[in-house]
């Protein structure tokens, strides 16, 4: 092929990623936008309401119909519908009634094709032969999109649920001393705290409000957020409610070992905080070396990419380093 040909495909794939990439920015740049206009709309006098749905609205609304007609059809497949629902914990309490877990299926499979077409499209720009493994990993790599995005957020929900879940058993335990019962200061968790610890209680006190037991309650409390404090305070609500006890003093038991893990946490963090940082540097020191000898010279790297060998050599690199994250991560992990 003619090299003016391939500078120019070359021009217009850039443009056109620079396109998707400055829309993307705005779209993010609007919901922010939007997000702090509903955080706000409380303490500000309300204005007049523009009825009149923008460009981004229409395309999000239209998003939402195809991912719900989707939706309508999959969820006939009884291994679709059990695979949707573990997504549903994932659902945030204002969404329960708008969101279903079968939505993340649909959206996942939606993304995958969105992924396959422009998958295809870069090939006949730049006149390459379409071939069945690039379709199979484009589709996999969009399918699988959602769940990275999914994963990495339910890692900060559960680290925020963990730091807070000590406020929510002062709170409770505060609300026992004054004779509540437990419906009662579960309400009262979720109107005094906010965040995801906050939208947990919500679920667990709407849960209570359809009349399923505690133990039932607090084990899908568990279920949700994986996490062995979660655990321990389930298994104390059922040993009372079973056996019978002082709650008060329970709930004080519970509270100063939380307390005192807390403690014991935040001073493991300090001792560890200088070999933490050492290890995100080793990390990233082979991307940074790789980066300059790439601008040193263009071509270093090129046998690794052309060749049978050099693909298996860099499969074998990129296995050794995973390998090597993952075994410094499992050292430096201290259990409580």
Known sequence: MNDGVIVELLIVQVILILLLFITLIYIIKIRHNIKLEKKFSKYTIARLENKELSIFDKININIKSIIKKISNIIEKSKLIKNYGETYEKHISYDKIEEIKGIDYVSAKLLLGLITLILYI?????????????????SYILGFSIIDIFISI??????????????????????????????????????????????????????????????????????????????KFITTSLTLLNKTGGNIVKVFK????????????????????????????????????????????????????????????????????????????????????
């Open 121 to 137: 499209i870069t090939m006949m720009f730049q006149y390459i032969n379409i071939s069945l493994v690039g379709l199979i990993i």
């Open 153 to 230: 957020e339910y890692r900060k929900r559960r680290k925020k649920i963990s730091e807070d879940l000590l406020k929510a058993v002062i709170i409770m335990n505060n609300s026992f001393k004054s004779g509540m019962s437990i419906m009662q200061a579960i309400e009262i968790v979720k109107n005094e705290l906010d965040g995801a610890i906050g939208d947990e209680f919500k679920k667990i006190y709407l849960d209570m409000s359809y009349g399923l037991t505690i133990e039932t309650v607090f084990d899908r409390f568990y279920k949700r957020v994986k996490l062995d404090d979660a």
């Open 253 to 336: 038991s519970i509270e100063r070992e939380f307390f005192d893990k807390k403690k014991l946490n935040d001073e493991l963090k300090t001792a560890t905080a200088s070999s933490v940082f050492v290890y995100k540097l080793l990390l990233v020191i082979p991307f940074i070396v790789c980066f300059l000898i790439f601008i040193l010279n263009r071509s270093y790297f090129n046998p690794l990419f052309k060749t049978e060998i050099g693909l298996l050599v860099l499969a074998l690199i990129i296995l050794l380093y995973l390998m090597y994250a993952l075994v410094i991560k499992r050292i430096m992990r201290i259990e409580l």
